[in-house]
């Protein structure tokens, strides 16, 4: 459709007109000189509307679920009839296989759709936490989805419970949920979710309070909390105190799956106030009371971490118990365990809490055309919490901002299968691995965007617990996710962009400084001017990081060092045969010792523009700042001892490829130990082997 | 404090403190653990002791203290300090009557009628001056950094009587001499006619400051005040009048800064809301904004006055040229900026700053004018966090200075009244201490890259935040924060020491290069 006009919320004179386009996954809105180009997946579109007829046309308001909004004003009504229908039809899958996951094709991943699938293990994820040990172990009783189909196979139970115990207890809980183990503190004292008890007033079930018992007595400590998200006044769904010996009860009010639905909407309208004052927009978000739901169920994430820190075991449920249960058990994980605020970990825990224990992201995420009572947004608010999380200790996690977001849309987009189905079970039946990309090895390949540049894991205050203070004064409205798509309200000059940039170009010097020191020591040779013996020499680079943090890149530019270190300095004069001014000078200098700044770039040289959320990066060898699109190549530069492929924009690619004769890969580059940037390149130049390469040395740092 | 200072202290004020020295008393500070040790009130000074470590827990200016409340637990008074910069400690004093001994001295030195009693009056500077801040920002050579032909230095006010609130010197069109200055002074309020606030390069616009005209009833006109303005604005160019009067009135209105300290969690956001603050930090940054536009890209001149012309026009015109002029935004130009548009300017800050928030007394002319300022370029620093050259510390710091401190920059109420009290001779100069290479130091902005730019801040709701570390310093664990700055300092300088060590061994490897080559042992 032609002569389409996109309406901008603030400036409504000023449309930007172009050409429409639908495909069979995405909307695209493409105008003549490129500026803007809005694309959609029809998966995010979370509304649409048709309003009154202008003069112009007929516009259709499309919402998002990533909260973009966009009108686009068409000049013929019946055009925009046709593709109101269309994208009503698109937009709501009946099926699951109609999901753009089975069709989507990634020039980026491995071939081999099933990588990224094997990842995650629930076993490896115990054995992490020591189980099994004397206290708990792994059961097979769930081993055919029969005692409870929404757990996973796997459940780790309290040792000393018999099978029949298990079976009894499951039979008392809502949906057979009964109680499992979810997080061993390294004090012992565990954290376990479990749904609620069929109870009624009078009802009791021996074996329930046998597991219970169990759970007790798995821990040295001899006290033990239920904390159960009940409304207690309407009377059912809890158990009854006198039943249950030596067990403290803690009741939370955090509203239902409605309640939240309802209120993001009101914050949402909030945020599409025209030009609201700020009184107006204070009070709306006070009266959405999102921030509020938000507190609460931190401070019963709290709760829970305070009490396991304190060496005592809590049982946690709500009503089905993978609502609110999941939301504050991974919330509580992640401030027990610093494991869970690195990428992996996160991974790892939406994995175990979300996955595993069967959050219905079909039905939340209204992924499949479900009934609208049953979709809320329960792991936006997940999200939402964890961004708090990371604002009150901007140095404990590994992740960033961008993390999270795109997180966030990959859940609502369908494009890679790890959130189809509602529960292990749902999931195993479809094939996903064999039939779809996993998100996760997807994100691996993209690492370098994700990193947060301030973690610290082994400052005082970021390693062990974190207990943060949750004052309503610390809980905040999130622009970066509600009004992420207007570019107007965000910081101009974003300090983790900034330092992205500034650590990566530090670590491109410092390879350089031992390129040029290793050169300067061999040209002192030959002028008989050699000094001391190389030790000298390494030992500079390796002082200059002592005070560096222990992230991603650093690490590896350790390992780096510690590479140059052993390679004797003599088979260098060998290797590089002796010796081109011109060509030394040339490789000197291939390194940028400037960079472009960000500041007032607002679009790429290929005029794409740079939206607030969309980085930008720096050509290694000539310093200017490039979009993505432009930056694909990935080659060593000369200049730089460690010889490992960094990112160059195509200008200076084809310069480096004609100025070497020989291939680009020089001989002593080190196949055994694949570099870590490999994870920089996104389009197509990552071979499987080099992939999975990756991910074990990312594995090993984390683990480390 | 040295003890000569200390002896005249205890002489001067001794009719004030009847309990100098108190033991046993326990004092409660956030984020430390309760201390017991020995409270000494002093002429200027609340000290408080453990004698353990050899340091103070305690030493805090009298003129800090905004309001003192008393509690008594069977015979343990409480006392309860509540600082003009937010914080508040408690004091436990075992007996009643010392309880009462010591709050009253607080009280009475807390709120002494004589500048000349102050601490900036006593206080000796002990630390090498490098450099006088009382003449560091002369008008004399503001002038001279505009570079521009058509303006001039006039003394016409040089014994303030024209404007009592006006400096010495002021910068006027050249082409209006001093007679048509008296005679437009007659026709503003407080003599307050308009001057020379900002001249903008690129467009050669220019901000103008004034009060309000005194047109009366019947519209009077003036010629004088008409012909300085078209002076200032040169031939066939059109202006601005921008009259923030009716805007005025709102923060005349008392906007209690949100008295945050209380923890009521539950209604946290509607109180946010209905205290207002954030709502006239919105509405200054968008005047400010407005007049940067007409300057920038409109290519108007703007002269703006509200009533008197020291309270919301120096807000205005002072931020407008943080968003215009990138020297503003360099510490330096900064305090030259504090200095030209608020102290020189007139800005009473004896009497805006004499209370703060928890002070419940008549307060009639109290009002957080500065802080409002600051507040503003707090938001906009937010916004562009490597185009300033100071951190919010340094803010921060010059917030505290203006409330209470120990040096003179901030006492009084305009020009004439400090030469009155001869401050820059008998008072140490904020500025002084602050601009040695050693204080500066903890101001410095890592991040900061000169930006030579117009910066536009956004003014939407979602884009302004509550100054946290302001106005919840003290309900807010400061470690965090610490160490996001320790790490973004870390960053910076490893990456500043590499890249000056490439650039030294580049030029190494250059010479040892030429030296090869000269003597045949490498190739071309």
């Known amino acids: 459709i032609e002569n389409v006009r996109l309406l901008n919320r603030f400036n409504s004179k000023k449309p930007s007109i172009g050409t429409l386009y639908l495909t069979a996954t995405h909307l695209i809105f493409s105008d003549p000189a490129g500026k803007r180009e809005p694309w959609i997946l029809h998966q995010h579109i979370s509304a649409l509307e048709k309003q009154p007829l202008t003069t112009t046309g007929a516009p259709l308001l499309i919402r998002c679920k990533t909260f973009q909004t966009v009108t686009f004003v068409i000049p013929k009504e019946k055009d925009c009839q046709e593709l109101y229908k269309s994208l009503q039809k698109l937009s709501n899958p009946e099926d699951l296989t109609d999901m753009y996951a089975f069709t989507y094709k990634s020039a980026s991943l491995s071939p081999s759709v099933t990588a990224g699938w094997d990842q995650f293990d629930l076993h490896t994820e115990y054995a992490r936490m020591g189980i099994p040990n004397g206290f708990w172990k792994a059961s097979a009783v769930n081993r055919d989805y029969e005692v409870c189909p929404t757990y996973p196979r796997m459940i780790h139970v309290p040792a000393a419970s018999q099978s029949s115990v298990l079976f009894g207890s499951a039979k008392f809980r809502s949906r057979g949920r009964l109680p499992v183990l979810s997080y061993l503190h390294h004090n012992m004292a565990a954290m376990c979710r479990c749904s609620q008890p069929l109870a009624g007033f009078s009802a009791r079930c021996m074996e329930d309070e046998q597991m219970l018992q169990d759970i007790l007595l798995a821990n040295k400590d001899s006290s033990f909390y239920i904390n159960a998200m009940v409304n207690r006044a309407s009377g059912k769904g809890y158990e009854n105190e006198d039943f249950y010996t030596n067990i403290k009860f803690k009741f939370i009010g955090i509203e239902n799956i409605h309640v939240m639905r309802n209120s993001l909407q009101k914050l949402l309208e909030v945020c599409e106030l025209k030009n609201p004052s700020m009184e107006n927009f204070l009070s709306g978000i006070d009266s959405s009371n999102w921030l509020r739901h938000i507190k609460a169920v931190l401070d019963t994430s709290y709760f829970i971490a305070k009490v396991v820190s304190d060496g005592v075991s809590v049982l946690v449920h709500c009503s089905d118990g993978w609502d609110r249960t999941a939301q504050t058990c991974s919330l509580a994980s992640m401030m027990l365990d610093p494991y869970y605020r690195t990428l992996k970990g996160l991974e790892v825990l939406i994995e175990k809490e979300w996955l595993a224990f069967g959050h219905k992201f079909i039905h939340r995420c209204g992924l499949i055309n479900v009934d609208p009572r049953e979709v809320s947004p329960i792991f936006t608010q997940f999200i939402d919490c964890v961004w708090q999380l990371t604002q009150l200790y901007p140095c404990a996690f590994q992740f960033n901002e961008r993390f999270l977001l795109e997180l966030h849309d990959h859940v609502y987009s369908c494009q890679f299968g790890n959130f189809l189905g509602n529960c292990e079970k749902d999931r195993l039946g479809m094939k996903l691995p064999e039939r779809t990309y996993s998100l996760w090895s997807f994100m691996r390949t993209r690492m370098t965007d994700y990193i947060n540049p301030l973690y610290l894991p082994n400052h005082t205050i970021t390693k062990g617990v974190i207990l943060p203070d949750f004052d309503a004064q610390r809980i905040k409205f999130w622009r970066g996710m509600y009004n992420r798509y207007e570019n107007g309200v965000h910081p101009r000059e974003p300090v983790s962009e900034v330092l992205c940039a500034v650590k990566d170009h530090t670590v491109s010097l410092k390879d350089n400084i031992v390129f040029l020191e290793t050169k300067l020591a061999t040209l002192k040779r030959i002028l008989g001017k050699a000094e001391t013996p190389p030790a000298d020499e390494s030992d500079s680079p390796s002082n200059s990081l002592e005070n560096h943090e222990n992230d991603l890149e650093s690490r590896d530019k350790l390992k780096l060092d510690r590479k140059s270190k052993r390679r004797p300095i003599l088979i260098k004069d060998d290797s590089f045969d002796i010796i081109s001014s011109t060509l030394l000078t040339d490789a000197a200098d291939s390194v940028a010792v400037d960079w472009m700044s960000f500041r007032n770039i607002k679009q790429c040289v290929c005029d794409y523009p740079f939206e607030h959320f969309s980085r930008k990066y720096h050509c290694w060898r000539c310093g200017v700042v490039y979009c993505i699109r432009c930056i694909d190549k990935q080659t060593p530069l000369p200049g730089h001892d460690s010889q490992r492929p960094v990112p160059v924009c195509k200008g200076c690619y084809k310069i480096l490829k004609a100025g070497s004769s020989e291939p680009a890969t020089p001989s002593r580059s080190p196949s055994k130990d694949p570099p870590l940037n490999i994870l920089n390149s996104r389009m197509g130049e990552v071979s499987p082997t080099q992939l999975a390469h990756s991910i074990q040395d990312l594995e090993v740092q984390l683990a480390e | ?524």
């Open chain 2, 1 to 524: 404090m040295s003890d000569r200072a200390a002896a005249f202290d205890a002489m001067e004020f001794v009719e004030f403190i009847k309990t100098p020295k108190l033991d046993g008393v326990k004092l409660h500070q956030p984020f430390h653990p309760p201390v017991e040790g020995t409270l000494c009130v002093t002429g200027h000074h609340v000290i408080l002791s453990s004698r353990k470590a050899n340091t103070e827990e305690l030493w805090l200016l009298h003129m800090m203290v905004d309001y003192l409340e008393k509690k008594f637990i069977g015979s343990t008074g409480q006392l309860t300090l509540y600082c003009k910069n937010f914080m508040v400690i408690q004091l436990d004093i075992p007996s009643m009557e010392e309880c009462l001994n010591v709050a009253s001295s607080i009280e009475n030195l807390s709120s002494l009628q004589s500048v000349k009693m102050t601490y900036p009056f006593f206080y000796r500077s002990t630390f090498e001056k490098l450099e006088d801040g009382w003449l560091a920002f002369q008008p004399e050579s503001e002038l001279t950094r505009i570079k521009s032909d058509n303006w001039r230095l006039s003394y016409v006010n040089e014994d303030f009587e024209v404007s009592p609130t006006y400096p010495r010197a002021i910068v006027v069109p050249k082409t209006v001499d001093d007679e048509i200055l008296k005679k437009a002074a007659a026709f503003r309020s407080g003599g307050r006619f308009p001057i020379l606030s900002y001249l903008h390069k690129k467009h050669d616009t220019v901000i103008m400051r004034s009060s309000q005209p005194l047109t009366g009833g019947n519209s009077k006109r003036c010629r004088e005040d008409e012909k300085l303005l078209n002076a200032a604005l040169g031939i066939g160019r059109r202006g601005y009048i921008i009259d923030t009067r009716s805007y005025s009135s709102a923060v005349a209105a008392k906007s209690k800064a949100c008295k945050d300290s209380n923890r009521t969690t539950d209604k946290w956001l509607s109180r946010l809301s209905s205290c207002g603050w954030l709502g006239h930090v919105k509405e200054l940054l968008n005047v400010a904004c407005l007049v940067a536009q007409c300057i920038d890209r409109e290519n108007f001149s703007v002269l703006v006055h509200g009533t008197d012309g020291f309270d919301v026009t120096p807000q205005v015109t002072s931020l407008a040229q943080v968003i215009l002029d990138p020297d503003c935004r360099t510490i330096r130009g900064f305090e030259a900026l504090v200095e030209r548009e608020w102290l020189q300017g007139g800005h009473p800050f004896a009497s805006r700053c004499s209370q703060s928030v928890f002070y419940s007394g008549k307060t009639k002319h109290v009002g957080p004018v500065f802080l409002l300022f600051l507040d503003c370029v707090w938001q906009i620093h937010q916004q562009f966090s490597c185009s300033f050259e100071f951190n919010e510390d340094f803010l921060h710091m010059i917030f505290e200075n203006a409330y209470a401190s120990q040096f003179g920059t901030f006492l009084c109420n305009n020009e004439a009244e400090r030469e009155r009290l001869e401050l820059a001779e008998k008072t140490t100069s904020l500025w002084t201490f602050v601009n040695r290479p050693d204080i500066l130091q903890k101001y410095l902005n890592p991040l900061f890259k000169s930006n030579q730019n117009v910066i536009w801040p956004a003014v939407a709701p979602q884009s302004l935040c509550l100054w946290e570390s302001t106005y919840l310093r003290w309900d807010i664990e400061p470690a965090p924060r610490a160490a996001v700055w320790g790490a973004i300092l870390d960053i910076m300088q490893d990456d500043k020491e590499s890249r000056l060590k490439v650039y030294a061994l580049r030029r190494e490897l250059a010479d040892l290069q030429k030296e090869a080559l000269e003597k045949g042992l490498i190739g071309e």
